[in-house]
């Protein structure tokens, strides 16, 4: 059974950088792309940033591009997202995801297993 557990979010101002993290167990990174999402009150879920487990190959929203990295720690089953110069606009819940197909992680598709989520709230 594939299950997520993010960590890290915080109240945090603008500016400043965060790191979440996110342990992963019952699958193997390898075959699978891993994902952050957040969500806001009222809001469809959106991509954040995706990574291929086969080729460490990413993909960035627009909005996060330059701010935010992904990455993974095979050896800890650990998937990071570090976010830095946080804007109040990037206060959501984010979500860890993961997906079996490794086609379309671009388009932020195929993620059917969530994490629980964590709250990061960025003040002005």
């Known amino acids: 059974e594939v299950q997520l557990v993010e960590s890290g979010g915080a109240l945090v101002q603008a500016g400043g950088s965060l790191r979440l993290s996110c342990a992963a167990s019952?699958?193997?990174?390898?075959?699978?792309?891993l994902g952050w999402f957040r969500q806001v009150p009222g809001a469809r879920r959106e991509g954040v940033a995706t990574?291929?487990?086969?080729?460490?190959?990413?993909h960035y929203a627009d909005a996060v591009k330059g701010r935010f990295t992904i990455s993974i720690d095979n050896a800890k089953s650990m998937v990071y997202l570090q976010m830095n110069s946080l804007k109040v606009e990037d206060t959501a819940v984010y979500y860890c995801?993961?997906?079996?197909?490794?086609?379309?992680?671009?388009?932020?598709?195929?993620?059917?297993?969530w994490g629980q989520g964590t709250q990061v709230t960025v003040s002005s």
């Open positions: 995801a993961a997906s079996d197909r490794l086609a379309r992680l671009d388009e932020f598709l195929g993620f059917e297993s």
């Open positions: 019952g699958f193997s990174f390898d075959r699978y792309g």
């Open positions: 990574i291929s487990g086969s080729d460490g190959s990413t």
